[in-house]
């Protein structure tokens, strides 16, 4: 049973335009939302992370939108730069109770931005 | 600041040849993981330890065992290797639950 399902497996965006990347969760006792950058031949790097108490979380020209009664977070990547090519995984994971130390990765967006 | 350290970064290994690989982080952190990587399958965890001693199973634990006789370090075994476990295998630490993770730079396996 996937408990995240992410899409697009794949992405091709222009310089410049917006990436966008959803997740959904089944599982209502998830409270840590977590996006990974990951590169070729590298390790997942924490990008950006939100929990259910807000909607929204900007960093930089990343934001997480969250929408808790849908079960659905998103990643929005703005401005879309060559740099930012790479596979980008949604997560999730709950603190209390069975399985609380387990992250629960989707399966994986790969991000390619053309100049 | 080394982080997280995965040793070896690539192996072959024959079907039924043992192995171990370690994972050691330098920062104090309490938890620790192992996850495996598989294209089109994301990051499925192995096994996990939230302590010094402590060992559990993650979601794919049949074929491995694990020990943390360190804190610092978790090592991931596989007794019997079989083609598929052929993946690219990450160690993982965390201060606690639902905090970052910080990851090594994986070990790419091949079991022929």
């Known amino acids: 049973q996937q408990q995240v399902k992410q899409s697009p497996q794949s992405l091709i965006v222009q310089k410049g335009g917006i990436s966008i990347i959803n997740c959904a969760y089944e599982?209502?006792?998830?409270?840590?939302f977590p996006w990974y950058q990951q590169f070729p031949g590298k390790g997942p790097a924490l990008l950006i992370a939100?929990?259910?108490?807000?909607s929204e979380k900007k960093e930089g020209r990343f934001t997480i939108s969250f929408n808790k009664s849908a079960k659905q977070f998103s990643l929005h990547i703005m401005d879309s730069q060559p740099g930012d090519s790479a596979t980008y995984f949604c997560?999730?994971?709950?603190?209390?109770?069975?399985?609380?130390?387990?992250?629960?990765f989707g399966k994986g967006t790969k991000l390619s931005v053309i100049p | 600041n080394a982080g997280v350290t995965q040793t070896p970064k690539f192996r072959v290994l024959k079907t039924g040849q043992s192995m171990t690989l370690l994972c050691a982080q330098d920062?104090?952190?309490?938890?620790m993981y192992w996850y495996r990587q598989d294209p089109g399958m994301g990051l499925r965890l192995i096994h996990y330890?939230?302590?010094?001693?402590?060992?559990a199973k993650g979601e794919v634990p049949d074929g491995y065992n694990v020990s943390r006789l360190k804190k610092q370090n978790f090592l991931l075994g596989l007794e019997s290797a079989a083609p598929s476990q052929t993946s690219v295998y990450f160690c993982?630490?965390?201060?606690?639950?639902?905090?970052?993770?910080?990851f090594g730079q994986g070990t790419r396996l091949t079991v022929v």
């Open positions: 997560a999730a994971s709950k603190g209390v109770g069975a399985g609380s130390y387990q992250l629960t």
């Open positions: 330890s939230v302590g010094e001693g402590t060992t």
């Open positions: 939100i929990r259910p108490d807000v």
């Open positions: 920062m104090n952190h309490e938890y």
């Open positions: 599982n209502t006792a998830f409270d840590y």
């Open positions: 993982a630490s965390s201060y606690t639950k639902n905090t970052e993770a910080f």
